[in-house]
């Protein structure tokens, strides 16, 4: 079965450094999502892609995160400089757009970020 | 009760009797609900979905009931056994495919 593939599986940084998570989408999924997940908390959106746009960026902190899907697949979220409060688990998902089954989201094993 | 940080809400079932998990939603507009199962260092997992032109859906093992009136969500799992134990999260299409999930509940299995 098709999966989303994250990597890396762990990172641990120091504050102020830069971090880069990596995620590819099921093949034919124009829609990408990021999500940030705090430790007892559910996912919180913070970027969502169709094909190679932008869709939402409302709730990404744009002064220190990016997000890029330059060819419309695989996706990289960046955090420069890490601070020790986005120690987080960053999760990746996608989805077919339209209607019906095809909106319900599968996603990646994500990525565990440790800021020390 | 509600829950805050990280004191997600508990449920605990002994294995082999039926589990209900509940959920509120905040968007009357919203028409489509799903239930995610997460497992420690896991991603979330697909469980079951409804759309809002549906009160009820049964999958293996599992139901979705859908009340509108009241804007709540129920999860059903029937004879609930040790793999069942995981985090469970509602969410809800508000708008523009924007999936919003809800605070947890994690479901503790008793032997």
């Known amino acids: 079965e098709a999966e989303v593939a994250q990597s890396p599986r762990y990172k641990i940084t120091e504050k102020s450094q830069a971090v880069a998570f990596w995620c590819d989408p099921i093949?034919?999924?124009?829609?990408l999502y990021w999500y940030r997940q705090i430790l007892g908390q559910g996912p919180e959106l913070l970027v969502q892609?169709?094909?190679?746009?932008?869709?939402?960026d409302s709730q990404l902190p744009k002064d220190r995160f990016s997000a890029e899907r330059l060819k419309g697949v695989d996706s990289t979220l960046k955090i420069q400089p890490a601070e020790l409060g986005d120690s987080a688990m960053y999760l990746c998902?996608?989805?077919?757009?339209?209607?019906?089954?095809?909106?319900?989201?599968?996603f990646g094993s994500g990525t565990q970020l440790s800021v020390l | 009760g509600e829950s805050v940080g990280l004191h997600l809400p508990t449920l605990s079932v002994q294995e082999g009797d039926n589990s209900i998990i509940n959920c509120a939603y905040s968007n009357s507009a919203s028409d489509y609900f799903i239930w995610y199962k997460q497992e420690s260092g896991k991603g979330p997992q697909f469980i079951i979905d409804?759309?809002?032109?549906?009160d009820k859906r049964q999958g293996q093992r599992v139901t979705v009931l859908l009340n509108k009136t009241v804007k709540h969500l129920s999860l059903q799992i029937a004879a609930t056994q040790p793999g069942d134990s995981a985090v469970y999260f509602c969410?809800?299409?508000?708008?523009?495919?924007?999936?919003?999930f809800g605070k947890g509940t994690r479901l503790h299995i008793l032997p």
């Open positions: 409804i759309r809002s032109n549906m």
């Open positions: 998902a996608s989805s077919k757009p339209g209607q019906g089954e095809d909106e319900k989201l599968f």
């Open positions: 969410a809800e299409n508000k708008e523009d495919d924007k999936i919003i």
């Open positions: 892609f169709q094909d190679e746009s932008v869709v939402d």
């Open positions: 093949s034919g999924h124009a829609t």
